[in-house]
Nanobody, 117 residues
């Protein structure tokens, strides 16, 4: 069993910054990739950013140049630095870990990010 614990969400004004954190624990001996996804009300869950064990990153076009994904020194942790936040970034953000390229992958419980004045 794999558990993911997220933190760092909250309410921020447009133009502000937040940093999300996620730590994976449990029966996991290697990590192929970790990532962040988000789901706004009435919309489907969408990719925000991913990072592989080798450090390769991938971003949604809507967050490029504003968000940065990184791995911690403990390779089971992942961060999402979010700058220049916009109201359209408001969503529940979910951490995802993929131990191998094949299923299964695992999800955190989600953390709310609200961008509003």
């Amino acid at each position: 069993q794999v558990q993911l614990v997220e933190s760092g969400g909250g309410l921020v004004q447009p133009g502000g910054s937040l940093r999300l954190s996620c730590a994976a624990s449990g029966s996991i001996s290697s990590i192929y990739a970790m990532g962040w996804y988000r789901q706004a009300p009435g919309k489907q869950r969408e990719l925000v950013a991913t990072i592989t064990g080798g450090g390769s990153t991938n971003y949604a076009d809507s967050v490029k140049d504003r968000f940065t994904i990184s791995r911690g020194n403990a390779k089971n942790t992942v961060y999402l630095q979010m700058n220049s936040l916009k109201p359209e970034d408001t969503a529940v953000y979910y951490c995802n870990v993929r131990p191998t390229i094949l299923p299964p992958n695992y999800w955190g419980q989600g953390t709310q990010v609200t961008v509003s004045s």
